[in-house]
């Protein structure tokens, strides 16, 4: 965390730092990097500044993310999580980007420019592009039909025909941040469809989905995890079958 350990003896602190630090982080099975994706999510979600407020600080003030990752985890995070909790995480951002500068004692960087984009600027051009994206990235035969706002505008167009292309933020890394969204979120479609997207496109192994059921546990809670295991569970198989017929 980059900052001393507490020090009450509540037992949320004793567990804290005995079973979520002492057992949970230095698990083999995922980086500490990849951790720092997962808790960034689930904290952002849990409306509690001061959780979100020191894993934001850990994460930019250890470098395991730079500002740019950063910045990018908040734009996913906003599609998948909602624009109003990615606006309180947004700020976070700012005000810890802030804070760990003026502890190093150096002037505030000036603002980062955007990142330039690779996609197209046509309309047709980017729902094409997007519709492709989209059956790469969700490993699926079909898109949706544009015959609507939502999967015309929002998934074809923005989501998977801008956001999941941009640079600054690598592949697994979405996946995390996306598959820890969709787990909170409760929507069975969602969590079943990008599970199985992140284990048939091997950005994920089967161990480290399995581990990010753990560590999603221990940031969000063991209810919502159960059902995240359970998905996994049954998408495993269903993976396998394919590996095998496509052998």
């Known amino acids: 965390m980059t900052f001393p350990v507490p020090t009450d003896s509540t037992p949320a602190t004793s567990a804290l730092i005995g079973f979520v630090f002492a057992e949970v982080w230095p698990r083999p099975a995922l980086s500490r ?3 720092r994706f997962v808790t960034l999510a689930c904290v952002a979600a849990a409306d509690a500044d001061p959780p979100l407020r020191d894993h934001v600080y850990a994460a930019l003030n250890s470098g395991d993310v730079s500002i740019t990752e950063m910045r990018e985890t908040v734009l996913h995070f906003a599609v998948y999580a909602g624009w109003p909790k990615a606006s309180r995480f947004n700020s976070m951002v700012d005000e810890q980007w802030d804070r760990i500068h003026r502890e190093r004692g150096e002037a505030p960087p000036p603002p980062e420019r955007l990142l330039p984009l690779s996609t197209a600027s046509d309309p047709e051009d980017r729902l094409s592009g997007g519709e492709r994206s989209f059956k790469d990235i969700n490993c699926m035969q079909f898109a949706p039909i544009r015959d609507n706002p939502y999967s015309g505008a929002g998934i074809l167009n923005f989501v998977f025909g801008e956001m999941w292309l941009r640079p600054g933020l690598g592949m697994k890394e979405r996946r995390l941040i996306t598959v820890a969204c969709v787990a909170f ?3 069975p479609l969602p969590i079943m469809s990008h599970v199985y997207a992140a284990l048939k496109s ?9 581990e990010v059921a753990l560590h999603f546990a221990a940031y969000y809670g063991w209810p919502k995890a159960a059902n995240l295991n359970q998905v996994i569970g049954e998408q ?3 993976v396998l079958d394919e590996w095998r017929d496509e052998a």
Do not use: G, I, T, V
């Open 202 to 210: 091997r950005d994920l192994s089967f161990d480290e989905m399995d």
């Open 236 to 238: 495993k198989p269903r």
């Open 185 to 187: 979120q409760d929507a």
């Open 33 to 35: 990097r990849d951790r």
